[in-house]
């Protein structure tokens, strides 16, 4: 059972344009949700991260806006520039105060920018 | 300056074969998780460590896998008697303290089973 479904699977966005991608989640336990950003050949790298007590998280082109009734999250990239063509991973995290469960990832989004 | 830190960066084995993969992470983390990512797929949690420490293992296959962090040196991944389906990227990452919020993940080690 696939605990955080990602959309879609590929996306092709033109310069400058807005890249959104989405994310669901099932379990209501999960509170801290990261996205992160790989380049080929390379690992993930923390791109953003929100948790449920807000909305909406800006940082530079990069939003995350968050919808706890529906549970889900979306990413929206805006200015979209050739260098963020990459691989987007949704992820989510329950607080687990330090026990078992890790991040559980989405199957990532291969995001192409056309200059 | 350096990050988290895997080698090697690519291994070939053949069936049948140990698989050893090392995970050297960032200065001043002291906890290591393994995550292994298969072709267009996302990265599935496998094992949580801490120095001498298993913490949570609970995504580790239950056979021919193991881990260890020791006291010296770097954490290692163990994968007894390959087959084809463990061809993979596997990651590590790490962070200073139990928060998993705080990850940084190194550039991976692909292991090709032929």
């Known amino acids: 059972q696939q605990q955080v479904k990602q959309s879609p699977q590929s996306l092709i966005v033109q310069k400058g344009g807005i890249s959104i991608i989405n994310c669901a989640y099932e379990n209501t336990a999960f509170d801290y949700f990261p996205w992160y950003q790989q380049f080929p050949g390379k690992g993930p790298a923390l791109l953003i991260a929100i948790r449920p007590d807000v909305s909406e998280k800006k940082e530079g082109r990069f939003t995350i806006s968050f919808n706890k009734s529906a549970k889900q999250f979306s990413l929206h990239i805006m200015d979209s520039q050739p260098g963020d063509s990459a691989t987007y991973f949704c992820?989510?995290?329950?607080?687990?105060?330090?026990?078992?469960?890790?991040?559980?990832f989405g199957k990532g989004t291969h995001l192409i920018i056309q200059p | 300056n350096a990050g988290v830190m895997q080698n090697p960066r690519h291994l070939v084995r053949r069936r049948g074969q140990e698989a050893r993969l090392r995970c050297s992470p960032m200065?001043?983390?002291?906890?290591v998780y393994w995550y292994r990512q298969l072709p267009e797929e996302g990265l599935k949690f496998m094992v949580y460590?801490?120095?001498?420490?298993?913490?949570?293992e609970s995504g580790m296959p239950k056979e021919r896998f193991s881990a260890e962090f020791p006291k010296e040196g770097p954490s290692i991944l163990r994968i007894q008697q390959v087959v084809r389906g463990d061809s993979a990227a596997y990651f590590c990452?790490?962070?200073?303290?139990?928060?998993?919020?705080?990850?940084?993940f190194g550039e991976g080690s692909r292991l090709t089973v032929l």
């Open positions: 992820a989510a995290e329950p607080y687990s105060g330090g026990g078992a469960d890790g991040l559980t």
């Open positions: 990452a790490s962070s200073p303290t139990w928060d998993r919020r705080e990850l940084f």
């Open positions: 460590l801490q120095k001498e420490n298993i913490i949570d």
């Open positions: 200065k001043g983390h002291s906890h």
